[in-house]
């Protein structure tokens, strides 16, 4: 049965008092402090070995990221510095880039900006929010090939992931949010307790002892058309998520990349 039951989040924006904001970014698993002073309108990246400086103009009609060194940034930093951009400006919806020419056509080849007929770089919010290199481990598409197993046409699957499959620091939230494969032994307790919530067992019927949720997330693990998660926050358990292969929805036959079911109380 597919629904969803997780618990909500207080959310904390902050007073525009404050003079500085702050994110964590991770392009292309590379990790950087983002750092907004907004008196200055000075945005900060700073990585392993470097901290890079940007200027960032808001005159209430255009926002615009300015790189000032002849240089070209590196791409994972840039992709932090629009990142922080837009998490600090969540209204905006186009970035203007003023940034080196040799950066352009890598820039608009792979989506993240667009050049208008004059020749200024903009980054667009829609497309940008969905780049997959901004949170996933692995955000390299796997090929197609149409295979026939047990009687079933469907795609080959890639092999099934381990550990942290996605992290994404959420900055209006001031938090990490992440989803990792589920942990037999070290989540076993949490997925019965949750289970067994009156809350969560109301949509999912699936109440039960340990050794029943345990023999049940076996066969969940063994079934190569389904992934289960449990999603993070700051690194600790909220919820139980199922990712699944999907083929048939409304009476259709389409094939889905993945379809979400989750449950959970913290």
Not at 177 to 204: G, I, Q
Not at 211 to 222: A, N, V, Y
Request: net charge negative; aromatic share 10%; glycine share 4%.
């Amino acid at each position: 049965m597919s629904s969803s039951v997780q618990a909500q989040p207080q959310v904390h924006i902050p007073s525009a008092s404050h003079t500085e904001a702050s994110l964590l970014s991770r392009p292309e698993g590379c990790f950087y402090q983002v750092t907004y002073e907004i008196t200055t309108q000075t945005l900060y990246v700073e990585g392993h070995q470097e901290r890079l400086e940007w200027l960032v103009v808001d005159d209430n009609s255009t926002l615009m990221l300015q790189w000032s060194q002849r240089s070209a940034p590196p791409l994972q930093a840039l992709l932090a510095a629009i990142e922080g951009a837009f998490a600090f400006h969540p209204g905006a919806v186009v970035l203007r880039l003023q940034l080196p020419t040799v950066l352009h056509p890598t820039l608009c080849a792979n989506g993240i900006a667009v050049k208008d007929p004059h020749g200024k770089l903009w980054a667009y919010a829609e497309l940008f929010w969905q780049l997959p290199t901004l949170w996933l481990t692995s955000s390299s598409p796997y090929p197609q090939q149409p295979i026939v197993e047990n009687g079933k046409r469907h795609p080959r699957r890639p092999p099934r992931p381990s550990g942290t499959v996605y992290q994404r620091h959420i900055a209006w939230l001031n938090a990490t949010l992440s989803f990792r494969v589920l942990d037999l032994e070290l989540d076993l307790e949490r997925f019965n307790r949750w289970m067994n919530d009156p809350v969560v067992a109301h949509f999912w019927e699936e109440q039960g002892d340990l050794q029943q949720h345990r023999e049940r997330l076996e066969r969940t693990l063994q079934n190569p058309s389904v992934v289960p998660l449990i999603g993070c926050i700051d690194g600790e358990p909220f919820g139980y998520f199922e990712t699944y292969w999907a083929r048939r929805i409304a009476s259709a036959l389409i094939t889905l990349p993945m379809t979400l079911i989750a449950a959970g109380t913290c």
